[in-house]
């Protein structure tokens, strides 16, 4: 059965000599994997260059009625980008987004606002003038609402301690150690005031912005256990003064 989608790439693995197995996240199916044959040929319908990590694509697949990998049949950009693949910044930034989704969204069945926001997050880092250094802990954070794990606002005090296990702040210290306080604690108001639109106003040199970013990985961590060991990290954390 023939079908169009759009999705957005998270990433690819090499199937043989001529293949790909491509990872991605569909407007209409949600987390979908495909393989793909791109011939050593100039006239290939299918480019092997439209796989990059964040990419926005129109797909038309063969799917497969018996449960195996759907064929990518036609394959084109819905939305060209034009500053990610060129810009070493915003690619170091694509690639630790992609990198987290694929682990993250393992059976995520349809969610087309789901899709929307990766959708809109991508093409508003495509879009964006300046240096988007803010732009992955402000990502996270929303992206959190999708998994049931944003955080309890409420009730907020000067002095409590934020429980990471159950996401909320409280007064007393939780009797499990997973919880931070203090300046910790505070970096999680400063989180949610932030949008994409006001990020930049939040100044913070390259040790406050990874102690943050620490933080929310610790707190998906706790939640997803697939969240873990992030190779683009490394990369990401040397980025930005």
Known sequence: MLKKTKAVILYTLKYGDSSVIVHSFTETDGRMSFWLRIPKTNRAKVKNVLFQPLSILELDIDVNSKGGLSHIREA???????????????MSLALFIAE??????????????LY????HS????????????NFHLVFLMRF?????LFPNLEDYHEGDYFDLENGCFVSAQPFHGNFVKGVQAKHIMTLMRMNYDTMHIFQMNRGERNEILNLILRYYEIHIPTCTGLKSLPVLQELFD
């Not at 991508?122 to 250094?133: A, E, N, Q």
């Not at 959190?144 to 049931?148: A, Q």
Request: hydrophobic share 40%; with cysteine.
């Open 76 to 90: 084109r950009a819905a939305t060209p980008l034009q500053s990610i693949p060129f810009n070493p910044l915003k």
């Open 144 to 148: 959190s609402r999708f998994l049931g």
């Open 122 to 133: 991508i093409l508003w880092l495509d879009s964006c003038t300046g240096v988007p250094s």
């Open 100 to 113: 987290y989704l694929g682990k993250v969204l393992r059976e995520e069945a349809k969610n087309e606002v």
């Open 116 to 119: 929307a926001y990766l959708e």
